[in-house]
């Protein structure tokens, strides 16, 4: 059973920094890897999509990484902002078709704080 | 451009009873999800639908129903509830399909909250 694991569970960090978000999963056959943004009281946001053939995506000021032998992906948030407070979650999908659907296993997610 | 719906926002029932939870979405998407999400367990695929005509079994669809009326609507039906069942819902659609990465993203309503005395 696909397994999702995000550490830290919770990050502070001063506006204007670099960072990097964890995400590890404990079966490397996956289909794809997303990254999403959740803040408080609302629905996620799709920020990054890395299929399994692929080994990096890059929106703006985020890049997602993939190592699927490895079981892991990075999310570097470059030049940290206080809107980027936000939690993170990373989300892979299995090799099964589902008939096209997106089976997706989440982890727990981080939560991001930015300091002005 | 309203993306996914969901209603109603915020419920309280007691236990025992029954409600629905109605969703729509108007990107003429393929694939519905319904997902749970809970303190300490993240989300959680409850059910889904990989096309119109058909739903599936998620991770966890004990004391819940599913019915995709047509392309649009997938409602999640609690027939009795139980304080277990409190938590936040969240409906989800993706384009399906095996085609390019952009069918597989998801786009999620707000969400509602559900609460089971």
């Known amino acids: 059973k696909q397994e999702v694991t995000q550490i830290p569970a919770a990050l502070s960090v001063p506006e204007g920094e670099n960072l990097v978000l964890n995400c590890s999963f404990t079966?490397?056959?996956?289909?794809?890897l997303q990254w999403f943004r959740q803040d408080p009281g609302k629905g996620l946001t799709s920020l990054l999509l890395?299929?399994?053939?692929?080994r990096e995506q890059t929106s703006g000021r985020l890049n997602a990484s993939l190592d699927k032998s490895s079981g892991r992906s990075t999310l570097y948030i470059a030049a940290s902002q206080p809107g980027d407070s936000a939690t993170y979650l990373c989300?892979?999908?299995?090799?099964?078709?589902?008939?096209?659907?997106?089976?997706?296993?989440f982890g727990q997610g981080t939560r991001l704080t930015i300091n002005p | 451009n309203a993306g996914v719906t969901q209603t109603p926002k915020f419920q309280v029932l007691k236990t025992g009873q029954s409600m629905t939870l109605q969703c729509a979405q108007d990107?003429?998407?393929?694939?519905m999800y319904w997902y749970r999400q809970d303190p300490g367990m993240g989300l959680r695929l409850i059910y889904y639908?990989?096309?119109?005509?058909?739903?599936d079994k998620g991770e966890v669809p004990n004391g819940y129903n599913v019915s995709r009326l047509n392309k649009r609507e997938f409602s999640l039906r609690l027939e009795s509830a139980a304080p277990s069942q409190t938590s936040v819902y969240f409906c989800?659609?993706?384009?399906?399909?095996?085609?390019?990465?952009?069918?597989?993203?998801?786009?999620f309503g707000a969400g509602s909250r559900l609460t089971v005395l």
């Open positions: 989800a659609s993706s384009e399906g399909g095996q085609g390019s990465a952009g069918a597989n993203v998801l786009t």
């Open positions: 079966d490397s056959a996956i289909y794809n």
């Open positions: 890395i299929q399994s053939s692929q």
């Open positions: 989300a892979v999908r299995g090799l099964s078709r589902y008939q096209g659907a997106q089976k997706l296993v």
């Open positions: 990107m003429n998407h393929n694939s």
């Open positions: 639908s990989a096309s119109e005509g058909t739903t």
